[in-house]
């Protein structure tokens, strides 16, 4: 059984950072596409970075390009997004994300595992 636990959100003022950690069972983050997504109060979820399967492609939404990185410890099981310069606009929850079983598209990739998601929030 495949699990995902997010950690790391908290509220942060505007330039701050912050980062996400993300621990799996059940799979390996290595040989699996990997993603963050957020969403924030009354819009939809969207894709916010990814990184490819058994090799470091990394894509980053617009909104976040400069700003956040996406990386793997492939030793801990664990994917991590490190968040600076955060924004007012960032607030949302963050949740980590891995490819198979259908599930939300992101980049040419479906996702269908999903952890329960860890609240950022950032004030100006």
């Not at 908290?10 to 799979?27: E, P, Y």
């Not at 700003?67 to 968040?83: E, G, H, P, V």
Request: glycine letters at 14%; one cysteine or more; proline letters at 2%.
């Amino acid at each position: 059984q495949v699990q995902l636990v997010e950690s790391g959100g908290a509220s942060v003022q505007a330039g701050g950072s912050l980062r996400l950690s993300c621990a799996v069972s059940g799979a390996s983050v290595g040989s699996k596409f990997m993603a963050w997504f957020r969403q924030a109060p009354g819009k939809e979820r969207e894709g916010v970075a990814r990184i490819a399967a058994n090799r470091d492609h990394l894509f980053y939404a617009d909104s976040v390009k400069g700003r956040f990185t996406i990386s793997r410890d492939s030793a801990k099981n664990s994917i991590y997004l490190q968040m600076n310069n955060l924004k007012p606009e960032d607030t949302a929850v963050y949740y980590c994300a891995m490819g198979g079983n259908g599930g939300t598209l992101f980049f040419g990739v479906r996702y269908g595992y999903w952890g329960q998601g860890t609240q950022v929030t950032v004030s100006s």
